[in-house]
């Protein structure tokens, strides 16, 4: 039961331009989320969280937005450069118990590409 | 800092056959977790170590997969017999506590079972 959905598998943002990822969740316990970034051959890389209490969260050319009501949350690169083209996952955490910590569910992925 | 080690980085097996990972996590680093990432998913925790203790292993297969963590540092992944459903990467992430939601990945291994 995937309960963190990346709807679109793929996207392509010319430079210079907005780049938008999408992620749904259907679990309503989570409390954060996170957008990890993989190259290939590599493991997946930290970008960006937010917690269930915020609604925005701002790094640099990286914004994450959540609507807790739509349980929505996407990801918008502004301005996209040639090197942000990686595939984008997007995870959702919540208390496992107080013994175990946090146990991250992440979606699909979205594979952006960014042309010159 | 260095960063998640694993080895082996490919690995070919015939179903059937056994198989071990490695894992070296970044030092000073209590929590350690093992996913199974299947071409065009999302990785998928099988397993999550604090320390030497498991401390949540619900979604590994545990009639053919085993993992260990004996001195709290490195981890060993292994399955024994391997199937075809199991040709997946296999990555291995900690994080410096437990209650940390941001986990630092290693390459991962890319295993292919014929």
């Known amino acids: 039961d995937q309960q963190v959905k990346q709807n679109s598998p793929s996207l392509s943002v010319q430079e210079g331009r907005i780049s938008i990822l999408n992620c749904d969740y259907t679990n309503s316990m989570f409390d954060y989320f996170l957008w990890y970034k993989k190259y290939p051959a590599e493991g997946p890389t930290f970008l960006i969280s937010?917690?269930?209490?915020?609604d925005k969260n701002e790094d640099g050319r990286f914004t994450v937005f959540l609507n807790k009501s739509a349980k929505h949350l996407s990801l918008h690169i502004v301005p996209s450069q040639p090197g942000d083209s990686a595939v984008y996952f997007c995870a959702a955490s919540a208390l496992l118990n107080s013994n175990s910590g946090y146990a991250l569910n992440f979606g699909k992925g979205t594979s952006l590409l960014v042309t010159p | 800092e260095a960063g998640v080690a694993q080895s082996p980085r490919y690995k070919i097996i015939e179903k059937r056959q056994s198989v071990a990972f490695w894992c070296n996590p970044i030092?000073?680093?209590?929590?350690l977790y093992w996913y199974q990432q299947i071409l065009g998913q999302g990785p998928k925790l099988l397993i999550q170590f604090q320390n030497n203790g498991v401390v949540d292993d619900s979604q590994l297969p545990k009639d053919r997969f085993s993992a260990e963590r004996l001195k709290g540092v490195d981890s060993t992944l292994k399955i024994q017999p391997a199937k075809l459903e199991d040709s997946a990467v296999y990555l291995c992430?900690?994080?410096?506590?437990?209650?940390?939601?941001?986990?630092?990945f290693g390459p991962g291994t890319r295993l292919t079972v014929t």
């Open positions: 992430a900690s994080s410096l506590v437990r209650a940390s939601y941001e986990q630092y």
């Open positions: 030092s000073g680093h209590a929590t």
């Open positions: 937010i917690s269930s209490i915020k």
